[in-house]
T-cell receptor
Framework: GNSVTQMEGPVTLSEEAFLTINCTYT??????LFWYVQYPGEGLQLLLK?????DKGSNKGFEATYRKETTSFHLEKGSVQVSDSAVYFC???????????FGSGTQLTVLP | ETGVTQTPRHLVMGMTNKKSLKCEQH?????MYWYKQSAKKPLELMFV???????ENNSVPSRFSPECPNSSHLFLHLHTLQPEDSALYLC????????????FGDGTRLSIL
């Protein structure tokens, strides 16, 4: 079936630390891949996306590269800030995944 | 401001009440969605509308009744809900029901007494 598996949280980091949140997907064909972020009390916001193999999505210092060979789309940021504290969701749609399929979310807390 | 507005932001209702959630999008999109977000569970897709036609009902109980009068508005009518229906209900829209990214509202936090 189609699924998205992401790193279990919660993740707690100090300000300026390096962040990686792992995400792998299961789908045939070439789905589009997304990272969404949910700040407390808000809905999901699109953070970045990639639509084909080897594409790199980037926004607000976050990056993720579409790796077809490993079916992965890991989220990275070189230096996190307190304001990055949120829940991050990996998702895909397309290929055999007819509807947007989300991972379970990873809670990130950044301490000053 | 995401371009998708949901009202009310919070709703408390008894199990015998009838209420409606409203979603409006100002993005010119043609597809709209209802999701349920419960604690400790992945986001659950409930309904999909594409050009005002319902294209997906993800085995949602009939106590949830969606309505899409036009491409900009989406409602979720609620009646005889159960305590386990307490959750954050999120509305989203996209250009069409394909690989386009979805834009979410801030949700309605629903509590069933």
């Amino acid at each position: 079936g189609n699924s998205v598996t992401q790193m279990e949280g919660p993740v707690t980091l100090s300000e300026e630390a390096f962040l990686t949140i792992n995400c792998t997907y299961t789908a045939t064909g070439y789905p589009s891949l997304f990272w969404y972020v949910q700040y407390p009390g808000e809905g999901l916001q699109l953070l970045l996306k990639a639509t084909k193999a080897d594409d790199k999505g980037s926004n607000k210092g976050f990056e993720a590269t579409y790796r077809k060979e490993t079916t992965s789309f890991h989220l990275e940021k070189g230096s996190v800030q307190v304001s990055d504290s949120a829940v991050y969701f990996c998702a895909h749609i397309g290929g055999s995944a007819r509807q947007l399929t989300f991972g379970s979310g990873t809670q990130l807390t950044v301490l000053p | 401001e995401t371009g998708v507005t949901q009202t009310p932001r919070h709703l408390v209702m008894g199990m015998t009440n009838k209420k409606s959630l409203k979603c409006e999008q100002h993005l010119g999109h043609n597809a709209m969605y209802w999701y349920k977000q419960s604690a400790k569970k992945p986001l659950e897709l409930m309904f999909v509308y594409n050009f005002k036609e319902q294209t997906e009902n993800n085995s949602v109980p009939s106590r949830f009744s969606p309505e899409c009068p036009n491409s900009s508005h989406l409602f979720l009518h609620l009646h005889t809900l159960q305590p386990e229906d307490s959750a954050l209900y999120l509305c989203a829209s996209s250009q069409d029901n394909s690989n386009q990214p979805q834009h979410f509202g801030d949700g309605t936090r629903l509590s069933i007494l």
